[in-house]
C-alpha cells in the first residue's frame, strides 16, 4: 500500500510547524509498513488533485495568504472536486480560512475558495493560547495552540470540536474548526498532528479506505509518551484552579 500527501505552497504557507504535521503522516505510516510519497507543491506548480491521497494547506501570515490567492484560485475547481468525492484534507489556521469564502482584515477582503461555507473577518486582539477540544471525531481529547487575529464563523458546518478550554473560531462560540467530508480545518498548531496522534490516524485510515475501496484500521503504534503527554495537557486545562488562573491573569 501507499499514499501520496500534496503539501500545498510551503513556500508561502509554513508559518506553524506545517512540516511537522507532513513529517507525522509520513512517519506513521512507514512505521507499519506502507509506503509515503510526500510532494511539495510551489506556487505557481501544476496540482493534479487525482494523484494525491491527502492535501495539506498550512497557515501563513495575511500577507502570505493574499499571495497565495492569485494560486488557490486557479485551482478552486479541481480542488472542490477532491473534497467533495471525499479527498483528506487537514488545512491549518490560514489554510482554513482559505477554503471559506473570504478573509477580511484590517485592509482588504482575501477571497477564498469557498469551499466550505464560512466566513472570516479580522478583530484587534489576537486569540492567542493553549487550547483542548472535545471532537465528536475521537475518544482522546485534542490539544493544541491557537494564535491568530480572525473570527471564523462557520454557519451551519459540524465544529471540529467543543471547546474546554482556549478561544476556539470566534472566541465566543465554544466552537473550534470545520469538519466536512474528509476535511479537518482547525486552528490547532504547534504541530497538530505530533501532538495528537489519533488525529493523524484518522486522516490516513480514511485515505487508505478512499483509495483502496475497503475498510482499513491501522496498527496501533507504541504511542504511550504521546498519550502520557495529551492526558497532562488536557487534564491540566481540565483544572478548574488552573483555569481560574489563567482566566484572571488575562483579563488583569
Not at 39 to 49: A, E, H, K, L, R
Not at 71 to 81: A, P, Y
Request: proline share 4%.
Amino acid at each position: 500500500m501507499k499514499l501520496t500527501i500534496g503539501h500545498l505552497y510551503p513556500d508561502l504557507l509554513n508559518l506553524y510547524g506545517d512540516r511537522g504535521n507532513i513529517q507525522c503522516l509520513r512517519k506513521r505510516l512507514e512505521w507499519r509498513g506502507i509506503e509515503a510519497e510526500v510532494i511539495p507543491f510551489i506556487s505557481g506548480d501544476t496540482i493534479d488533485f487525482s494523484k494525491l491521497d491527502v492535501v495539506l494547506l498550512g497557515g501563513g501570515s495575511d500577507r502570505e495568504q493574499e499571495l497565495v490567492c492569485s494560486h488557490l484560485q486557479k485551482i478552486r475547481e479541481d480542488f472542490r472536486t477532491y473534497v467533495e468525492e471525499d479527498g483528506v484534507v487537514l488545512a491549518v489556521c490560514g489554510g482554513y480560512q482559505l477554503l471559506g469564502h473570504y478573509y477580511k482584515t484590517q485592509t482588504k477582503t482575501i477571497e477564498g475558495l469557498g469551499i466550505l461555507n464560512i466566513k472570516t473577518e479580522w478583530e484587534p486582539e489576537r486569540l492567542i493560547r493553549n487550547i483542548v477540544l472535545n471532537s465528536p471525531l475521537f475518544d482522546t481529547p485534542v490539544v493544541g495552540f491557537e494564535n491568530h487575529g480572525g473570527r471564523t464563523y462557520i454557519g451551519d458546518h459540524t465544529p471540529f470540536g467543543k471547546v474546554v478550554f482556549g478561544l476556539g473560531n470566534t472566541g465566543k462560540s465554544g466552537q473550534e474548526g470545520v469538519i466536512y467530508k474528509n476535511v479537518i480545518a482547525t486552528y490547532l498548531h504547534g504541530p497538530l498532528l505530533p501532538k495528537n496522534p489519533h488525529v493523524c490516524d484518522y486522516l490516513l485510515e480514511h485515505a487508505l479506505q478512499r483509495k483502496y475501496g475497503t475498510e482499513i484500521h491501522l496498527e496501533p503504534l507504541p504511542d504511550e509518551l504521546e498519550h502520557k503527554a495529551n492526558s497532562y495537557i488536557a487534564d491540566r486545562y481540565n483544572d478548574k484552579k488552573y483555569v481560574l488562573k489563567e482566566t484572571i491573569k488575562r483579563y488583569t
